[in-house]
């Protein structure tokens, strides 16, 4: 017998819903029929909160293999999350870019670094899409973060995606505005996010 048919059973035998089922295990009625239609697998916690309530081992639930395969699925789905959650923060340190004294200004003795707002020696149209692209990095992992926090993972994909090309953006205008220390933030801030992305597709799969 598979686990959805032990399920149903079980449930049936304690003469319960789908839906008292769910309340009792803290998951929704959809996630119940999921799991008695064989269209989905409990989490680990799951199973041992299915394991209490019906006084049943979890081996008696599920063979090794399947164990061993949803114990790799939860663990592949922690280190996304973590991931898009690390993204997301070196996102919001694209901040740095618009606050730290990363910019130069030369008077006839010395060059001084200050911030984007006090660039003042560039065309007002030049320091509007620095900060313009810089608030969209910001907003990028804003919108990351939430996505992790929601498990929206189509979502989060799209995002990096997105986020890497502004990414890149920055770095190329930094780069053709010969803004040395803040070209070489950007850069970094796109290498980690690289490093970031590639973890995150290798437990995608």
Known sequence: MEFNEKLQQLRKDKGLTQEELAEILYVS?????K???ARGWPSIDSLKDISAFFDVSIDDLLSGDKLISIAEKENKSNIRNICSMLYGVVDLFSVLLIILPLYPYRTESFVYSVSLFNHTQISSA?????????????LMGLIVSINTKLKEDRNIKLMMEISLAINCLAVMILGLGREAYAVTVAFLLLAVKVII????MQNKK
């Open 29 to 33: 009625r959809t996630t119940v029929s």
């Open 35 to 37: 799991w008695e239609s």
């Open 126 to 138: 030049v320091r509007f899409v620095y900060g313009a692209v810089f608030s969209v990095m910001v």
């Open 197 to 200: 992305a590639f973890r995150y």
